[in-house]
Structures are given as structure tokens and as C-alpha cells.
């Protein structure tokens, strides 16, 4: 089975359409969280998200905050304006789909999270101490999260010291399942990695085959839309930096 893996939307539904157009044939997809927040594109991303085969999602700190389930306090203050603004425009149909989405799904070997698997909705996995300290966190063999928007590996060797590796990832690179790990895709809508493109993975199950893929797309057209929406015209130059 080939699956689509992707986090952090952030309601940019022209990056989405690239990735979803790029990613060839697939099965089902698995989302991790963040489908809003910061872009102008909220309600065409759930309604483009939630008809995709096989969709499994889980909730991020944006969805959860939209839905009340985290004070808009917590955010910085750009973060808590596109807060305002999304409130405003979302539908609610869309609020009611956010509000149905889980903190953490278990599907066979894989966890899924939108932070980590201790606290799912706020802890960034960024290096090997935080890797390392969520490692009894989860049951399965693979455990993916997004949060971070940095497209990442850790994996833990089966040895006394428990040492984990960290790889950051490069478009084209591939792992096999081989021992435990964490696995992140990077972002689709606003990438920080320094490389502006969209990030995804397709997984394929027979093969135990991971691989990490960029697309490019039209960047400019979003920040238009950001620009004219006024959500943060900081939202909008970040994406071009890929920060
Ligand atoms: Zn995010």
C-alpha cells in the first residue's frame, strides 16, 4: 500500500494541491496535524483534506486552538491575530470536522501525533534529549509527528546506551523501518528548514520504504492572498524563506 504522509498545512490549499498533484498514486493519507493557522486558505483545505482516500488525522496545537481546546494566550501575538482573523472566516462545518479529530492515533505499528507522543499537542521533537526522553512514550515501532515543520529522523539503537541518531532530511532520501523511530515529514504550507517547498513522504508498506520528497509551488499567489486577506504580511514573507 502507498501512503501519503503530511503535516502542517497551515491553510495554504495551493501548496496541498501541489503535493496532492506530485505525489503519484495513493492508497490513503495520514495527516499530522495543523490543517490551519497562519494561511489564507482554511476552508479549502479541510474541504479538499477530508475527501481523501484513507484519511487519518490528527490534531495540532492551531486546530485545538481554534476549537477552544488550548487559551489563545499560549500563542505569540501573529500567531493569536490569524487566530482572530480564522475565527471569523472558518465554516462551521469545518469547525465541527476539527473538533473531531483525535490528539493521537494507533494504527498497527504506527503512532501518530501532531507534537510528541508524551504531549501530543505542544512538545517539539527537535533533537536527541527530547527524542530520547519520548522514546517509552509510544508502543509501536515507528511513531510520526509533525510540529517542528522540519522534515527529521530519529532512530534508536537497540543497544545499552539507548543512542539515538538524528538525520535531517533531504528531498529523495529514503529509510527502511529497520528499529524504532520518529519520523517527520516537514511542512507542507510553511516549511522552516530554509527550503521554501512543500514538504511530504510517501510510505510504502511492502517495502518498508520511506521516502522524503519537496515540490515547488506557486509561493507568490499565497502570499497575495495573505496580503489582501490581512492576516500578518509576515506570514507571507516567511514562506518565500522557508522559515
Ligand atoms: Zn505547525
Partial sequence: MRTLIISD???NITALNAVLDAAGPFDRVWCLGDVVGYGPDPNECIERLKDLPG????????DAAIIGEIEMAAFN????????????????KNLEWLTSLEDRIVDGKITMVHGSPRNPVWEYIMDIPTARANMDAFDTEVCLIGHTHIP???????????????????PDD???TNRKM???????GQPRDHDPRAAFIIYDDEKELWTFHRIDYDIESVQRRIRSSGLPHRHASRLALGW
Fill in 55 to 62: 484519511l487519518r488525522c490528527v490534531k495540532g496545537n492551531h
Fill in 174 to 176: 529514503v529509510f527502511y
Fill in 77 to 92: 501575538p501573529e500567531a493569536q491575530t490569524s487566530l482572530t482573523w480564522l475565527s471569523r472566516v472558518l465554516r462551521p
Fill in 182 to 188: 520518529i519520523i517527520n515529514p516537514g511542512s507542507v
Fill in 9 to 11: 498545512i497551515h491553510a
Fill in 152 to 170: 527529521s529522523v530519529f532512530q534508536f539503537e537497540d543497544d545499552e546506551d539507548h543512542s539515538i541518531s538524528l538525520e535531517h532530511l533531504f
